[in-house]
């Protein structure tokens, strides 16, 4: 049996002096890339200060038995690996932290938070040019974790979209509890502009 897949659109809305090449700046891209990450942890921010250390540790049965703090430690964790790489050349995913406290106490998650929004802000957008390595296990085998090379602006981008695929349980297990979420928390930004170009917006 042959599965048809659907064809991917190919630029829609681009003109063909907007495709990105190689030789052309990134500045304007990197610094939305950077604008995104604020954006993503200062949703975390406004998440943490209206939550409990009850709210923010409940392990919902239903979602894994995972908890909110669980998920946003995950968060935290690849972006302090990239703050990390950013200085050293190694985005080293395998050596996160896991630090319990940020998973527990919502107080000290948002304290870590607020440091790395700093530290966000300082960031030149020319630093994502920057090559790295960066390692991660993906295989249950044992062995070595892959290397490979790339980039901080790819690597940023990365921990954009897996926050917000983490930020989406955190919505579910939110939800369970009645918590009030910021607005779009969790849906990804092209689901959003899509929907407003569908409704007419």
């Given at each position: 049996?042959t599965?048809s897949l659907?064809i991917?659109?190919?630029?829609d809305g681009y003109?063909?002096e907007t495709i990105?090449?190689?030789?052309?700046?990134?500045?304007a891209?990197?610094?939305?890339?950077?604008?995104?990450?604020?954006?993503?942890?200062?949703q975390?921010?406004?998440?943490l200060?209206s939550?409990?250390?009850k709210?923010?540790?409940l392990r919902a049965?239903?979602?894994f038995?995972a908890?909110?703090?669980?998920h946003?430690r995950?968060?935290?964790?690849h972006?302090?690996c990239?703050m990390?790489?950013?200085?050293?050349?190694?985005?080293d995913?395998?050596?996160?932290?896991?630090?319990?406290r940020?998973?527990?106490d919502?107080?000290?998650a948002?304290?870590a938070?607020r440091?790395?929004?700093l530290?966000?802000?300082g960031?030149?957008?020319?630093v994502?040019?920057?090559?790295?390595?960066?390692?991660?296990e993906?295989?249950?085998?044992?062995?070595n974790?892959p290397?490979t090379?790339s980039?901080l602006?790819?690597?940023?981008?990365y921990?954009?979209?897996h926050?917000i695929?983490?930020?989406?349980?955190?919505?579910?297990?939110?939800?369970?509890?009645?918590?009030?979420?910021?607005?779009?928390?969790?849906v990804?930004?092209?689901?959003?502009a899509h929907?407003?170009?569908?409704?007419?917006?």
């Amino acid at each position: 049996m042959t599965i048809s897949l659907p064809i991917p659109p190919s630029f829609d809305g681009y003109s063909q002096e907007t495709i990105p090449t190689w030789d052309q700046p990134t500045t304007a891209s990197h610094s939305r890339v950077i604008a995104a990450a604020i954006d993503l942890l200062s949703q975390g921010e406004s998440l943490l200060t209206s939550l409990d250390a009850k709210a923010y540790g409940l392990r919902a049965e239903a979602v894994f038995n995972a908890s909110i703090g669980g998920h946003y430690r995950h968060c935290l964790d690849h972006f302090s690996c990239l703050m990390h790489g950013t200085s050293t050349g190694l985005v080293d995913y395998d050596h996160r932290e896991r630090d319990r406290r940020l998973e527990q106490d919502p107080s000290y998650a948002l304290r870590a938070t607020r440091e790395l929004l700093l530290e966000l802000r300082g960031i030149d957008p020319e630093v994502l040019n920057d090559a790295v390595v960066a390692r991660c296990e993906v295989s249950y085998e044992p062995g070595n974790s892959p290397v490979t090379k790339s980039s901080l602006g790819r690597e940023w981008v990365y921990a954009i979209a897996h926050g917000i695929h983490h930020y989406a349980m955190i919505s579910v297990i939110a939800r369970l509890q009645n918590v009030v979420l910021p607005e779009n928390f969790g849906v990804a930004p092209s689901t959003v502009a899509h929907n407003k170009g569908t409704s007419g917006n």
